[in-house]
């Protein structure tokens, strides 16, 4: 659904003073009720509110809004600040930048810019509640009483709520604003890191690296320039000191800025606030509270913060991070990640994060595999083996692949199927193998070295988890729990999970349910096993020398299509099932909640996709015994891999349900939010009035933001879960299986470049804006992906070892050929089998007399008819197992061992940055220390002045040696400890400067 048309309207000049904005926000405001409690969870119990009163409201439910209400809104102001290399800082978040952009401003029909405001023009909308009079439960006096003491309790709160008349279609929208006081307030109780104020002079200077490092970075980045953020379009953004917000300390913050409260952090506050209000005032209830429940109850439909614009406005962050950022023809530039953390977040902003590094990752992976592919086209005529297949002048006569309806067949039908195999399985595979199992290393060493670099830059290095508030609905299933324990992170008193009555029950639950899931997933397997058993029998009965040559490639095809069809209908009922049981294991936090789910559902998904991937490259065709002996299963004899081995069929599998997981994904990711946004649409546009000719007239009030952002579709808070699971799922099959399909990483890097724009394209233009979330790093997903590059280890040994035909051509070449080469390696792969030894009712029913065949082949190392132990393993059998055997503890050894060496070599932490983090903490204390001087100073008296002059200028000097010169290690923790370097000393440059 495209936007709609707009038409540009000038802004009307309005002037205003700081001092009349100030006294008509007062006015609004009242105190707070502290003995109401309302909310459901606090961390800060010993918080007092002062003031206390009643809530007078500004709101007019019959007032609306024309095109003459548009006004200008107040200019905040831009403060940039140049450094040394005449790079542009901007000080503030993304609303610095717009205004920045902005010279003279037009507005869509309503004023869409005037729409992110009350109706005063100076209250920010911070949230936006709507709900629907067409629907008959939310006209119900039930839900009604639900709004009523819901948007009570919120004023009780504290916050501002502001009503819109009621649009044609029946929408009601209720606009939210968080003052200041409140703002202070739960900046507080959430422990949020904020800017301090700056001493004025204050110059860090960076320490210079080695010269010849200079020069190469210089040069690479010339060559790189045109793919790097434009900083023109996105500054770089200032990094401030940070200290956690307390209103007893206000005097170290500047809270005058007009952005020291970002949209971000309003909109995060008001959703904290809307999680955890009542909405009665029956205590019977304990889950009667949280926006959520209310949506679900259909009292409300929607909640949601606003976009700073639409997608036609210039002046707007999320017009220039569509254009600039979203589009498909930025594909290979770098993401500007400080504007998209600052728009959606920190929670977003490290998906997009890992997801380019990701993606960079699989550059010289897939350059590596195009490589072998590109060896394995190039000899594909020189294999000997294959060119015996389909050159040989003579026949071989292969044993009947199924009971009764099936013949002797010709070696030569499979041609086609032994040349193909050999792409796939040639001497470049065992390189490429080793190569991705140090990549899978590198890749999970390096993303921890960059993951530290963002965490620091988007100041979470302090964040601790522990800290993080209970979830509602953990509150409320404890809530008649009389027995408390203390938590000694928060120092609050919090319910206690009793053990054997809730957690064991639950957790037995859990793990039962899962364990069937899988077994279903491998039901689900073994019927697409029986299913290619049958068609590769039915199509094997003809005869005809074509669609015996085909035969293998149609079924596994086919049975790989069905299983992707399957995977994709399990995947639906598994998340569903995950989100109950993980409710009821009564985990206490979001953060844990989440990990929980994501475990859950990431084990279910694995067998889902892997079952038949692991099926077909350890299982089939290695117990299928031999002719006149063959194992069965239901009576009908096992699967067998080609003369070549399955690792062709493996190819196949893995590639169609990759590729075909992925292309499906991204139409699905696309359509789905697509056809949401449409009905959403539908909804706004009914009831639109007519004029006396029957035309529709042009209802202005559509325009407005909060109406126009209720066409999107909702961004649920486990919205980004499918995002990830869809890339470490797609990880997987770089890595795992990576021995059968060499093509795997480049088509994971086609598919991530344009997934990384689709995705931004998708969050910017059909869904509505994110609430930020704060996180350390990726979570239980960097566990995941460490265990699958381990994983991977063992299973790429296997694959080689007993899938492939690596070990048998190798022990051919050095134990059997006399010029070890690999001529003969096809008649010594096959044994022979005496068709008299067939079992009565085994054997063919029609064999014309011209073809009658006494010795038929069969891929295997066993005795021959004639030999006293007949048809028992051969010695080479044995040799080629220990062969394998030993290959793979060599394989995993190797591999561990250089893994080992590549962890050790790589810090988790770039020594630079772990010197700048302590340095900038101290800097920080030191600027608490310098605050409270001066502070100290004010109060003191002009007998002590002196005193305090001299203290101040010996920290002012101490301060600006730690500030101005790069201190060795050493000299830092003297000058942290007391012992200050002597200011005539010139310490040498070291890794320790900010």
């Given at each position: 659904?495209?936007?709609?048309?707009?038409?540009?309207?000038?802004?009307?000049?309005?002037?205003?003073?700081?001092?009349?904005?100030?006294?008509?926000?007062?006015?609004?405001?009242?105190?707070?009720?502290?003995?109401?409690?309302?909310?459901?969870?606090?961390?800060?119990?010993?918080?007092?509110?002062?003031?206390?009163?009643?809530?007078?409201?500004?709101?007019?439910?019959?007032?609306?809004?024309?095109?003459?209400?548009?006004?200008?809104?107040?200019?905040e102001d831009?403060?940039?600040?140049?450094?040394?290399?005449?790079?542009?800082y901007?000080?503030?978040?993304?609303?610095?930048?717009?205004?920045?952009?902005?010279?003279?401003?037009?507005?869509?029909k309503?004023?869409?810019?005037?729409?992110?405001?009350?109706?005063?023009?100076?209250?920010?909308?911070d949230?936006?509640?709507?709900?629907?009079?067409?629907?008959?439960e939310?006209?119900?006096?039930?839900?009604?009483?639900?709004?009523?003491?819901?948007?009570?309790n919120?004023?009780?709160?504290?916050?501002?709520?502001?009503?819109?008349?009621?649009?044609?279609?029946?929408?009601?929208f209720?606009?939210?604003?968080?003052p200041?006081?409140?703002?202070?307030?739960?900046?507080?109780?959430?422990?949020?890191?904020?800017?301090?104020?700056?001493?004025?002079?204050?110059?860090?200077?960076?320490?210079r690296?080695?010269?010849?490092?200079?020069?190469?970075?210089?040069?690479?980045?010339?060559?790189?320039?045109?793919?790097y953020?434009?900083?023109?379009?996105?500054?770089?953004?200032?990094?401030?000191?940070?200290?956690v917000?307390?209103?007893?300390?206000?005097?170290l913050?500047?809270?005058?800025?007009?952005?020291?409260?970002?949209?971000?952090?309003?909109?995060?506050?008001?959703?904290?606030?809307?999680?955890?209000?009542?909405?009665s005032?029956?205590?019977?209830?304990?889950?009667?509270?949280?926006?959520?429940?209310?949506?679900?109850?259909?009292?409300?439909?929607?909640?949601?913060?606003?976009?700073?614009?639409d997608?036609?406005?210039?002046?707007?962050?999320?017009?220039?991070?569509?254009?600039?950022?979203?589009?498909?023809?930025?594909?290979?530039?770098?993401?500007?990640?400080?504007?998209?953390?600052?728009?959606f977040?920190?929670?977003?902003?490290?998906y997009?994060?890992?997801?380019?590094?990701?993606?960079?990752?699989l550059?010289?992976?897939?350059?590596?595999?195009?490589?072998?592919?590109?060896?394995?086209?190039?000899?594909l005529?020189?294999n000997?083996?294959?060119?015996?297949?389909?050159?040989?002048?003579?026949?071989?006569?292969?044993?009947?692949?199924?009971?009764?309806?099936?013949?002797?067949?010709?070696?030569?039908?499979?041609?086609?199927?032994?040349?193909?195999?050999?792409?796939?399985?040639?001497?470049?595979?065992?390189?490429?193998?080793?190569?991705?199992?140090?990549?899978?290393?590198?890749?999970?060493?390096?993303?921890?070295?960059?993951?530290?670099?963002?965490?620091?830059?988007w100041?979470?290095?302090?964040?601790?988890?522990?800290?993080?508030h209970?979830?509602p609905?953990?509150?409320?299933?404890?809530?008649?729990?009389?027995?408390?324990?203390?938590?000694?992170?928060?120092?609050?008193?919090?319910?206690?999970?009793?053990?054997?009555?809730?957690?064991?029950?639950?957790?037995?639950?859990?793990?039962?349910?899962?364990?069937?899931?899988?077994?279903?997933?491998?039901?689900?397997?073994?019927?697409?096993?029986?299913?290619?058993?049958?068609?590769?029998?039915?199509?094997?009965?003809?005869?005809?020398?074509?669609?015996?040559?085909?035969?293998?490639?149609?079924?596994?095809a086919?049975?790989?299509?069905?299983?992707?069809?399957?995977?994709?209908?399990?995947?639906?009922?598994?998340?569903?099932?995950?989100e109950?049981?993980?409710?009821?294991?009564?985990?206490?936090?979001?953060?844990?909640?989440?990990?929980?789910?994501?475990?859950?559902?990431?084990?279910?998904?694995?067998?889902?996709?892997?079952?038949?991937?692991?099926?077909?490259?350890?299982?089939?065709?290695?117990?299928?015994?031999?002719?006149?002996?063959?194992?069965?299963?239901?009576?009908?004899?096992?699967?067998?891999?080609?003369?070549?081995?399955?690792?062709?069929?493996?190819?196949?599998?893995?590639?169609?349900?990759?590729?075909?997981?992925?292309?499906?994904n991204?139409?699905?990711?696309?359509?789905?939010?697509?056809f949401?946004?449409?009905?959403?649409?539908?909804?706004?546009?009914?009831?639109?009035?007519?004029?006396?000719?029957?035309?529709?007239?042009?209802n202005?009030?559509k325009?407005?933001?909060w109406?126009?952002?209720?066409?999107?579709?909702?961004?649920?808070?486990?919205?980004?879960?499918?995002?990830?699971?869809?890339?470490?799922?797609?990880?997987?099959?770089?890595?795992?299986?990576?021995?059968?399909?060499?093509?795997?990483?480049?088509?994971?890097?086609?598919?991530?470049v344009?997934?990384?724009?689709?995705?931004?394209?998708?969050?910017?233009?059909?869904?509505?804006?994110?609430?930020?979330?704060?996180?350390?790093?990726?979570?239980?997903?960097y566990?995941?992906?460490?265990?699958?590059?381990?994983?991977?280890?063992?299973?790429?040994?296997?694959?080689?070892?007993?899938?492939?035909?690596?070990?048998?051509?190798?022990?051919?070449?050095?134990?059997?050929?006399?010029?070890?080469?690999l001529?003969?390696?096809?008649?010594?792969s096959?044994?022979?089998?005496?068709?008299?030894?067939?079992?009565?009712?085994?054997?063919?029913?029609?064999?014309?007399?011209?073809?009658?065949?006494?010795?038929?082949?069969?891929?295997?190392?066993?005795?021959?008819?004639?030999?006293?132990?007949?048809?028992?393993?051969?010695?080479?059998?044995?040799?080629?197992?220990?062969?394998?055997?030993?290959?793979?503890?060599?394989?995993?050894?190797?591999?561990a061992?250089?893994?080992?060496?590549?962890?050790?070599?790589?810090?988790?932490?770039?020594?630079?940055?772990?010197?700048k983090i302590r340095?900038?903490a101290?800097?920080?204390?030191?600027?608490?220390?310098?605050?409270e001087?001066?502070?100290?100073?004010?109060?003191?008296?002009?007998?002590?002045?002196?005193?305090?002059?001299?203290?101040?200028?010996?920290?002012a000097?101490?301060?600006?040696?730690?500030?101005?010169?790069?201190?060795?290690?050493?000299?830092?923790?003297?000058?942290?400890?007391?012992?200050?370097v002597?200011?005539?000393?010139?310490?040498?440059?070291?890794?320790?400067?900010?």
């Amino acid at each position: 659904m495209e936007e709609d048309d707009e038409v540009s309207v000038p802004w009307r000049q309005k002037s205003r003073t700081n001092s009349s904005a100030t006294s008509l926000y007062r006015s609004i405001q009242s105190g707070l009720n502290i003995g109401s409690a309302q909310t459901l969870y606090q961390s800060v119990p010993n918080i007092l509110l002062n003031d206390a009163g009643s809530m007078n409201s500004l709101n007019s439910v019959h007032s609306g809004m024309s095109m003459k209400d548009v006004r200008q809104s107040r200019s905040e102001d831009l403060s940039s600040l140049n450094n040394d290399t005449n790079e542009t800082y901007l000080d503030g978040s993304c609303t610095d930048l717009r205004n920045s952009r902005s010279g003279s401003r037009s507005v869509s029909k309503g004023g869409t810019a005037f729409s992110l405001y009350f109706r005063d023009e100076i209250r920010t909308i911070d949230f936006v509640l709507v709900w629907d009079e067409y629907n008959t439960e939310a006209q119900t006096f039930r839900c009604s009483e639900f709004r009523r003491v819901f948007e009570k309790n919120l004023e009780k709160e504290g916050l501002n709520l502001e009503y819109e008349p009621s649009e044609p279609n029946g929408l009601h929208f209720i606009k939210i604003h968080a003052p200041r006081e409140v703002l202070r307030r739960y900046a507080e109780i959430l422990k949020l890191r904020l800017p301090m104020k700056e001493l004025p002079g204050i110059k860090i200077s960076d320490n210079r690296s080695n010269t010849l490092i200079e020069e190469v970075n210089t040069l690479f980045k010339r060559i790189m320039n045109k793919y790097y953020v434009d900083q023109t379009i996105f500054p770089i953004l200032k990094h401030n000191f940070t200290a956690v917000y307390s209103r007893d300390k206000e005097y170290l913050f500047d809270l005058d800025s007009p952005n020291f409260f970002t949209a971000a952090t309003r909109a995060r506050i008001v959703q904290f606030i809307l999680d955890r209000t009542r909405f009665s005032e029956s205590k019977a209830d304990d889950f009667a509270f949280g926006i959520d429940r209310l949506i679900s109850e259909k009292a409300y439909v929607a909640a949601y913060p606003l976009h700073d614009g639409d997608l036609k406005a210039p002046e707007s962050m999320r017009y220039i991070l569509y254009k600039e950022w979203a589009s498909l023809s930025k594909c290979l530039h770098y993401q500007p990640l400080d504007y998209i953390k600052e728009y959606f977040g920190v929670k977003i902003g490290l998906y997009f994060a890992w997801l380019g590094f990701y993606t960079h990752m699989l550059i010289p992976a897939s350059i590596v595999g195009l490589l072998c592919f590109i060896y394995s086209c190039a000899t594909l005529y020189s294999n000997e083996p294959s060119e015996d297949i389909c050159n040989r002048n003579g026949t071989i006569k292969m044993c009947p692949l199924c009971d009764h309806f099936c013949g002797y067949w010709d070696l030569k039908q499979t041609c086609l199927h032994a040349r193909i195999t050999y792409l796939f399985d040639n001497p470049s595979t065992v390189f490429f193998s080793i190569f991705m199992s140090l990549w899978a290393t590198l890749f999970l060493e390096l993303w921890k070295r960059y993951s530290a670099e963002i965490t620091h830059k988007w100041d979470l290095t302090g964040l601790d988890a522990q800290e993080e508030h209970p979830r509602p609905q953990y509150l409320a299933r404890l809530a008649h729990i009389k027995k408390k324990s203390l938590n000694i992170i928060t120092n609050t008193e919090e319910p206690k999970v009793p053990f054997w009555k809730m957690r064991v029950p639950a957790t037995i639950l859990s793990f039962s349910v899962v364990l069937l899931l899988i077994a279903i997933a491998m039901a689900a397997v073994l019927g697409v096993v029986l299913y290619r058993m049958s068609v590769l029998t039915a199509l094997s009965v003809y005869g005809h020398p074509m669609i015996t040559s085909y035969a293998i490639l149609f079924t596994t095809a086919t049975a790989a299509s069905i299983n992707l069809c399957c995977i994709i209908i399990f995947n639906w009922v598994y998340v569903w099932l995950a989100e109950y049981l993980t409710e009821v294991e009564l985990l206490r936090t979001q953060t844990e909640f989440d990990d929980s789910l994501t475990l859950k559902i990431y084990l279910l998904e694995f067998v889902n996709y892997y079952a038949s991937i692991f099926y077909i490259a350890f299982f089939k065709g290695k117990f299928v015994g031999y002719p006149g002996n063959y194992k069965r299963f239901f009576e009908y004899r096992q699967e067998e891999c080609g003369p070549g081995g399955c690792l062709m069929e493996l190819c196949i599998q893995l590639s169609i349900i990759m590729i075909g997981k992925q292309a499906m994904n991204t139409i699905l990711e696309m359509l789905f939010p697509l056809f949401y946004k449409w009905l959403n649409t539908l909804k706004v546009h009914v009831g639109m009035t007519k004029d006396q000719d029957g035309h529709k007239k042009v209802n202005t009030r559509k325009y407005l933001q909060w109406i126009k952002d209720y066409k999107l579709v909702e961004w649920g808070p486990r919205s980004l879960f499918p995002e990830y699971l869809e890339m470490v799922l797609q990880y997987g099959f770089v890595t795992i299986f990576v021995a059968a399909f060499p093509l795997a990483p480049f088509f994971a890097l086609l598919n991530n470049v344009f997934e990384m724009r689709l995705d931004a394209k998708k969050l910017l233009k059909m869904y509505r804006r994110p609430v930020g979330q704060r996180v350390i790093d990726i979570g239980i997903w960097y566990r995941i992906l460490d265990s699958i590059s381990k994983f991977s280890v063992i299973t790429n040994a296997f694959i080689i070892a007993f899938t492939s035909n690596f070990i048998p051509r190798l022990v051919y070449r050095l134990a059997v050929s006399d010029n070890y080469s690999l001529e003969g390696f096809l008649d010594h792969s096959l044994s022979k089998f005496n068709t008299s030894d067939l079992k009565n009712g085994t054997e063919p029913f029609i064999v014309p007399p011209d073809e009658r065949v006494d010795i038929c082949k069969y891929p295997d190392y066993r005795e021959p008819p004639d030999s006293p132990n007949k048809y028992q393993y051969s010695i080479m059998f044995w040799h080629v197992l220990a062969a394998r055997l030993a290959f793979i503890v060599v394989f995993e050894n190797v591999v561990a061992l250089v893994m080992i060496l590549v962890h050790w070599c790589i810090p988790d932490m770039n020594p630079k940055l772990r010197d700048k983090i302590r340095r900038e903490a101290y800097i920080t204390n030191e600027i608490i220390i310098q605050r409270e001087a001066l502070r100290a100073f004010e109060r003191s008296t002009d007998d002590e002045m002196h005193r305090h002059i001299v203290t101040l200028n010996e920290n002012a000097n101490r301060w600006n040696r730690v500030m101005r010169s790069s201190l060795s290690n050493t000299d830092f923790d003297l000058e942290v400890h007391g012992s200050p370097v002597s200011p005539n000393t010139h310490s040498r440059v070291g890794s320790a400067a900010v």
